[in-house]
């Protein structure tokens, strides 16, 4: 059974479902180190959040009331495939969900135990903020920005950004050099892409259908953006596909409630994730829904 205190306190790097190291080039490697060195302390202080938030002392309510009323509530995604999705049959489907199922089973003796309440990016925070669900598990990234509002689990899975294009003479992030690729405006996608393809022509869109249509229309060549969702594209679009370069790592974990009548159900949120990379079941659920 794997210690959650090892998990956080470094053997989740690499353990961690969809990790890859990316090697820069050569003329830049001082810069890259530094930027790395940056978000690897980033974490450390993040996660020594999380720690400190865990390891408190006092009497926990929140989870014998969780088992009392019989299930737990829980916000997610139904429509960002393949994380949370609604099927043809109107089911809840995806990584996340199973996720959610997972923790129920352990949590409350039976994988039903669940009720779902799909959320928007908006308010993935503050409904756990708000006490309007136990937990939001919904593609949320973890910052210390964040960790200040909300407590955040040791990581489920390591998103990042990637690219997607439908043009087969693209084999390597090299061969995109110089043309046009498409961003989410205002996004850190941005500042990936400047790194590794400097002399790349960016075209800004304001949401994820209007960087499809561009690609669509050949007005560019790839859409760049997070490997989660461009992974959903690929299972709903045969003729993309994945460049098979990870520019970015972002850990994506459970928001759970801060306060230490919640100790307990952090506690066994955080034992759980860290039981689940040591067994390789989300390895397995990763791959199952066809995540990286």
């Known amino acids: ?56 002392s006092a009497s926990a309510a929140e989870l014998p009331e969780i088992r009392r009323r019989g299930y737990l509530n829980i916000a997610v995604k139904d429509n960002l495939r393949p994380l949370g999705f609604t099927d043809t049959k109107g089911n809840l489907q995806g990584f996340e969900i199973d996720l ?24 993935r925070l503050s409904q756990v903020i708000d006490h309007k669900v136990d937990l939001t598990i919904a593609r949320v990234t973890a910052t210390e920005s964040r960790a200040r509002l909300v407590s955040l689990s040791i990581p489920y899975y390591f998103d990042g950004t990637r690219l997607i294009t439908k043009n087969t003479s693209i084999q390597k992030l090299g061969d995109i050099d110089k043309q046009k690729i498409a961003v989410l405006k205002n996004s850190s996608t941005i500042a990936d892409i400047k790194y590794y393809l400097p002399q790349a022509d960016l075209v800004g869109v ?8 561009l690609l669509e229309n050949n007005t560019v060549v790839a859409f760049a953006a997070d490997t989660s969702v461009l992974s959903g594209w690929v299972q709903q679009y045969p003729q993309y596909r994945l460049v098979p ?4 790592t972002e850990p994506l974990s459970v928001v ?19 039981r689940y990379l040591e067994k390789g079941w989300l390895q397995q659920r990763a791959q199952h829904w066809g995540l990286p």
């Open 1 to 56: 059974m794997g210690n959650p205190k090892q998990v956080m306190m470094g053997g989740w790097e690499n353990r961690a479902v969809g990790r890859k190291t990316l090697h820069p080039k050569p003329t830049t490697r001082n810069y890259f180190l530094r930027s790395i060195g940056k978000k690897i302390i980033l974490l450390l202080l993040l996660f020594a959040l999380v720690i400190a938030d865990t390891q408190s």
């Open 100 to 123: 959610a199922q997972k923790l129920a089973a352990d949590l409350l003796g039976k994988d039903n135990a669940v009720k779902f309440k799909p959320v928007a990016n908006r308010d």
């Open 256 to 274: 759970m409630p801060k306060g230490l009548q919640y100790d307990d159900l952090r506690r066994q949120v955080n034992g759980a994730i860290a």
């Open 206 to 213: 304001n949401s994820y259908a209007e960087g499809r249509s």
């Open 245 to 248: 370069v990870k520019l970015s």
